[in-house]
């Protein structure tokens, strides 16, 4: 069969990969169809910016609880309800007749998709070798971002051929037909698949001992995981920044066609495919060769910021389209980089509760995408600046090299005993 032939842990591996391809096209699909859906109903960028936000509000709130969810009751159930959810809220898009119905159906996007990524941690958990974590973080997350690049010019055609509204329900049925893909192949444990083999079995570690059997030590994990979700605020505000204003950037600022933004708004995002892998390969390669967890994944995501932050300066001085390109490409590469070193750290961290650290350290993105859009927004509607909100992000990326420091990464978490 073609799972034997690919392994299994290779077949779940492409699944998580196209779930976190298909996730992203659905959440930043509205970015580029924002021009459209704008002008038919009569937003302003402020309105626009809350239609962008509106998704975050439930998905910081299931970030927590969908990771509980997911060790509690396992990958193959908590995502397959997850991704009906976010399926019927695509196309429920689609279907919006203004902006109060566009906030519930990207507020109910947000809820589908909320557990998504820490459930995802939860199955590559089982699914794969503690060395080969910050790549297969590195290589989901790569997924998404190749999402981001193919939304603009996919959703422009898609608009083009259809309108605003077909280009959400399309992308919708999409959804639908992964989770019958998903609930078909995926396995919560391994043993029970039947392609996996004895070698890939041998590298994997014991299902028992990723299983969560007692009640989740609350307090105490969500102060080991604080710094490490305040870190992840940091990087969240440029992504969401990114992924909600760069198709507007390029359309607005250099008074661009809607096809051409999107072309320049996808070179982008393309940049981000190349740190995402790069940055999970690097980590792993750097724990095999020095065994350090702290040079592999701390260092990794200090070095990713200062990137992006370096990258990013030249805007503030040099007004010019190539310029601008090559340092939003540039920086959104180098904040890319600290994807899988950041993944991999609730893994290690806490393996027993992976998909729960993993979620509480995904609320800190989940909250920039509440106000980093917003803030975007009303900057741009206030000063008419399309480069200011990028200033925001460059004091961030400071910020968060500065706080990598307290994340401890290699201090695994002890879980408390009862006296």
């Not at 970015?31 to 859906?37: G, K, L, Y």
């Not at 279907?95 to 566009?102: K, Q, V, Y």
């Not at 893909?181 to 070698?199: G, K, L, V």
């Not at 909600?244 to 096809?259: A, D, E, Q, T």
Request: aromatic fraction near 14%; charged fraction near 15%.
């Amino acid at each position: 069969m073609a799972g034997s032939r690919i392994g299994a842990t290779r077949g779940v591996l492409a699944l998580l990969c196209l779930m976190y391809f298909i996730t992203y096209v659905d959440r930043v699909n509205v970015s580029t169809a924002a021009d459209a859906f704008r002008g038919e109903l009569g937003l302003s960028n402020t309105q626009v910016g809350f239609v962008f936000s509106a998704f975050a509000y439930p998905y910081l709130l299931f970030q927590v609880f969908g990771g509980w969810l997911s060790d509690r009751f396992g990958a193959r159930r908590t995502l397959a309800v997850c991704a009906l959810i976010w399926a019927g809220a695509t196309i429920a898009t689609g279907l919006a007749g203004g902006f109060m119905s566009l906030i519930i159906a990207r507020f109910f996007l947000g809820f589908g998709e909320g557990a998504t990524f820490p459930t995802a941690t939860r199955a590559m958990a089982n699914w794969t070798a503690p060395e080969d974590r910050g790549w297969a973080q590195g290589i989901t997350h790569a997924f998404s971002r190749f999402g981001n690049t193919l939304t603009p010019p996919m959703v422009a055609a898609l608009i083009a051929f259809t309108s605003w509204r077909g280009s959400f329900i399309v992308l919708g049925i999409a959804s639908f037909v992964w989770v019958v893909i998903w609930q078909f192949y995926f396995r919560d444990d391994p043993r029970s698949h039947p392609a996996i083999t004895r070698e890939e079995l041998d590298r994997l570690p014991p299902y028992g001992a990723q299983r969560q059997m007692r009640p989740v030590p609350w307090g105490p994990l969500f102060k080991r995981m604080a710094p490490v979700t305040i870190v992840y605020f940091c990087y969240g505000w440029t992504l969401w920044l990114f992924l909600s204003w760069i198709p507007s950037y390029f359309l607005h600022n250099y008074n661009m066609k809607l096809s051409s933004s999107a072309l320049f708004a996808a070179s982008v995002f393309a940049a981000g495919v190349l740190g995402d892998s790069l940055g999970g390969w690097l980590s792993d390669r750097l724990l095999r060769r020095t065994g350090s967890v702290t040079r592999a994944r701390r260092d990794m995501v200090i070095l990713g910021m200062l990137g992006a932050l370096a990258s990013m300066l030249p805007m503030l001085f040099v007004h010019e389209l190539t310029v601008s390109v090559i340092c939003l490409a540039s920086g959104f590469f180098f904040a890319e980089l600290t994807i899988g070193p950041m993944w991999a750290i609730p893994m290690d961290i806490a393996p027993e509760f992976s998909g729960t650290a993993s979620g509480i350290m995904n609320t800190g993105s989940a909250l920039a995408a509440i106000v980093s859009p917003v803030i975007g927004g009303w900057l741009i509607d206030r000063t008419g600046n399309w480069d200011l909100p990028f200033l925001c992000s460059m004091v961030l990326m400071v910020a968060g090299a500065m706080l990598a420091f307290t994340m401890r990464p290699e201090r695994r978490f002890a879980v408390p005993v009862p006296a």
